[in-house]
């Protein structure tokens, strides 16, 4: 009886995702087969049905880009609306190295075990994050909608094709001032470290830089904030210092910050 109901709501989502083809031009990142084994299990499945029938989403068109952790889908929403889905991969056995990021944050203090369930909270720290940081005015992506392993947000981009990050652009002088304030703002307005601050997960848009990907950002009180901080700006110090920019000593960026 539970595998029909199973296979009446998978044929339905299935119907639901194929509304629209997805356009040639995207490159799908993944075979039909893995997509569904690896991505819609049965879980994730119903999760995309509910966010359907909630009208969080209307329709899937495809596979944008695929990680170990995640894969990232380009959806519309009910009034076309682009949005992304973040769908993190339950199977995976990346996120047991991402303990660090949680344990000693005190607004995580009990996690419990198991992979599912650290994937699960993994995505719940992220959607915090993000909507911490959106809340205080930090230009980040916009969230939208969180369940389980799947976060709905803003799509940066157009025509299923996100906004070119640092490392894919030109940058400018104006790039690396804008990169160390949205870690002071991190530090001042959200009380937060981002712990993997990167030229990967920086979109340079037409209104300036926009940070997404924040899974791993840590409250001030993290035991190991201080070093996280330090190695996000060494981080974006090497890049732009690689771009062949005039940079500030990493120390005194670090002593302005925390002072």
């Known amino acids: 009886m539970f595998d029909d109901i199973d296979k009446k709501i998978e044929s339905k989502i299935n119907s639901e995702l194929s509304k629209k083809d997805r356009k040639k031009t995207l490159d799908d990142g993944f075979k039909k087969n ?4 690896e991505v819609l299990d049965k879980t994730t499945v119903l999760i995309l049905y509910d966010l ?4 969080i989403i209307s329709y899937v068109n495809g596979v ?3 990680g170990k952790e995640s894969v990232l889908f380009w959806a519309v929403g009910p009034e076309e609306t682009n949005l992304a889905l973040k769908v993190y991969l339950t199977s995976t056995s990346n996120f047991k190295n991402r303990s660090q990021y949680m ?10 075990k198991g992979t599912k369930n650290l994937v699960y909270l993994w995505a719940k720290k992220e959607f915090q994050n993000i909507s911490k940081c959106y809340d205080c005015g930090i230009n980040v992506v916009k969230p939208i909608h969180i369940s389980k392993n799947v976060l ?3 799509f940066v981009g157009s025509n299923g094709r996100p906004e070119k990050n640092l490392l894919e652009s030109d940058v400018a002088e104006i790039d690396y001032h804008q990169s160390l304030k949205i870690i002071s703002d991190l530090y001042d307005k959200a009380n937060l470290v ?3 601050f990167s030229e990967y997960n ?3 848009t037409k209104n300036g830089l926009k940070l997404f990907d924040l899974g791993s950002a840590v409250d001030l009180e993290h035991p190991h904030s201080t070093d996280f901080l330090k190695r996000d700006i060494n981080n974006i110090t090497n890049f732009f210092v690689k771009r062949g920019l005039t940079v500030e000593n990493p120390d005194d960026i670090f ?3 925390t002072k």
Not at 34 to 37: C, E, P, R, S
Not at 103 to 112: A, E, H, L, S
């Open 34 to 37: 893995k997509v569904v084994n």
């Open 52 to 55: 359907i029938k909630s009208k």
């Open 64 to 66: 944008v880009k695929s």
């Open 103 to 112: 344990i000693g944050d005190p607004r995580f203090q009990k996690i419990k």
């Open 152 to 154: 709905v947000m803003e």
């Open 194 to 196: 981002h712990g993997d």
């Open 202 to 204: 920086i979109f340079k």
């Open 255 to 257: 002593e302005r910050i």
